[in-house]
Nanobody
Framework: QVLLVESGGGLVQPGGSLRLACSAA????????MAWYRQAPGKQRELVAT???????RYAESVKGRFTISRDNAKNTVYLEMDSLKSAETAVYYC?????????WGQGTQVIVSS
């Protein structure tokens, strides 16, 4: 079992920045990949960024160059640095951990991009 807890969401103006954090606890040694997803109101959940334990990092095209995913393995924490945020990126952001046949989700953290 893996427990994921996100933090760092909030209200930010368009063009602003936020850093989300996802703290993991439990059987995280079996997790191969950590990721961030988001779900805007009325839309499907979408993948934002992925980081594997082999060092592979991938981003959705819409966030490339603006978002950065990083991992602090000593702290069992994954971060998502978000710059130049847009109003359309208002969403609940979820942390995800995957390994083998298992997948875990955090409870989500709300990000509101608005002036």
């Amino acid at each position: 079992q893996v427990l994921l807890v996100e933090s760092g969401g909030g209200l930010v103006q368009p063009g602003g920045s936020l850093r989300l954090a996802c703290s993991a606890a439990g059987s995280i040694f079996s997790m191969n990949a950590m990721a961030w997803y988001r779900q805007a109101p009325g839309k499907q959940r979408e993948l934002v960024a992925t980081s594997t334990d082999s060092g592979i990092v991938r981003y959705a095209e819409s966030v490339k160059g603006r978002f950065t995913i990083s991992r602090d393995n000593a702290k069992n924490t994954v971060y998502l640095e978000m710059d130049s945020l847009k109003s359309a990126e208002t969403a609940v952001y979820y942390c995800n951990a995957a390994g083998g046949l298992s997948m875990y989700w955090g409870q989500g953290t709300q990000v509101i991009v608005s002036s």
